[in-house]
């Protein structure tokens, strides 16, 4: 979008941030590659991915999660914001801040359909998180994509997925793995632990 398109819109009323990524709409002549189709319950809320492989796909057992949902878990597909076209912008779509607790385009922030209320994504500084179970996956190279490849805030789950999947009590690759993690991703999480803590005294910082 240009200076002056931007400065039209600000005096029209409408906020900057709905015509940025991820809710800005993909002009015909961008050679956006549609290559997969999503869309709410409803079907008001429609969006297009251009990505084939989402940068990380994981479920989530945190109890926010477990209340936005309303599901023992969420599952999420990480993808940049330019990966998305909304094919109505940021029509049809409401925002909800979790730590305000407020209605406001706010990040991180909820997105969902303001019709059937489907959750959308959350909506993060830097990246997106869909919720893949609105992809229309067609064939099992396309489920694959987007398998499930860790289980965050596992320590807060109401039940046991003995998938043998890395299981983090909190973030994943921030907390520690716990649980029914697979061995090497617990022994490479204390490996790594042990050369940062190594570098810290190397440096003089410990203690
Ligand atoms: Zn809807
Ligand atoms: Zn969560």
Avoid at 20 to 37: D, G, L, M, S, T
Avoid at 184 to 207: I, L
């Amino acid at each position: 979008m240009d200076k002056n398109q931007a400065r039209g819109e600000s005096t029209t009323g409408l906020s900057e941030w709905k015509q940025r990524p991820p809710y800005r709409i993909h002009e015909p002549n961008e050679n956006f590659n549609a290559r997969y189709e999503a869309n709410c319950h409803c079907g008001r809320v429609k969006y297009q991915l251009s990505r084939q492989e989402p940068l990380d796909s994981k479920l989530c057992h945190c109890t926010t999660c477990q209340t936005q949902h309303a599901a023992p878990f969420q599952w999420a597909a990480v993808f940049h914001k330019e990966d998305i076209n909304f094919v109505h912008g940021h029509h049809d779509l409401e925002w909800y801040d979790p730590t305000e607790k407020s209605i406001e385009h706010k990040l991180p922030c909820k997105v969902r359909c303001s019709f059937c209320h489907s959750p959308i994504m959350d909506e993060g500084r830097n990246m997106i998180l869909l919720f893949p179970s609105l992809i229309h996956l067609k064939t099992d190279e396309d489920k694959a994509f987007f398998k499930p490849r860790c289980h965050m805030f596992y320590g807060q789950r109401v039940m046991d997925i003995p998938d043998g999947l890395p299981k983090w009590s909190g973030l994943n690759n921030e907390s520690e793995p716990i649980e029914d993690s697979p061995p090497e991703t617990v022994r490479e999480f204390e490996r790594k632990r042990e050369e940062e803590r190594a570098k810290r005294f190397e440096e003089g910082k410990n203690e």
